[in-house]
């Protein structure tokens, strides 16, 4: 089923999510409903808090149109280990109509669990690492706004309260 996707400024995207303990079926119908939802919006990633579930889970796919879709699911995922420096325009589906250069780790090794509750490790680079970052980001409340300088994000804000009274 395709959830609607909460956007900025709603206040449950700033909310830390909490650890999965125990994958049930409903973890998993979950994360079945968070891969519709992603690949219909069309994204590259989700996180559960995106969609308002509060749970420690994330999905991404970086794998291009013409080829076979390939996804990952975390669910607790940690990054374990980073390095490296890369600078690239990120974009997000709860900030729409925005996009902005961010700072990351140009690689990382990340652990959690996949769907069927086994531990795992993926090392990922360039655009992988940096959607298993902004993912992450997203389950401790963190938007990649927030990692931009105080005029950018301010500037942001601006055009998102514009935007919002536009709609009015």
Not at 56 to 67: F, H, P, T
Not at 91 to 109: F, M, P, Q, T, W
Request: aromatic share 4%; hydrophobic share 40%.
């Amino acid at each position: 089923m395709i959830r609607t996707i909460l956007t900025y400024p709603n206040p449950a995207l700033k909310k830390k999510s909490l650890p999965v303990n125990i994958i049930t079926d409903s973890t998993r119908e979950l994360i079945q409903d968070m891969a519709e939802t992603m690949y219909a919006a069309p994204g590259i990633g989700l996180a559960a808090v995106q969609i308002g579930v509060h749970q420690r889970v994330i999905l991404i796919d970086v794998s291009g149109k013409n080829e076979p879709p390939d996804l990952i699911v975390a669910i607790n995922p940690v990054i374990v280990h980073s390095e490296g420096e890369t600078f690239e325009e990120e974009g997000c589906l709860s900030v729409l109509d925005y996009a902005a250069n961010v700072k990351r780790h140009a690689r990382v090794v990340v652990k959690g669990l996949d769907r069927d509750g086994v531990e795992r490790t993926w090392e990922a680079e360039d655009l992988l690492a940096v959607a298993f970052q902004h993912e992450i980001d997203h389950l401790d409340g963190i938007l990649f706004v927030d990692h931009l300088s105080p005029l950018k994000r301010e500037l942001f804000k601006r055009k998102a309260r514009k935007a919002s009274e536009e709609k009015r």
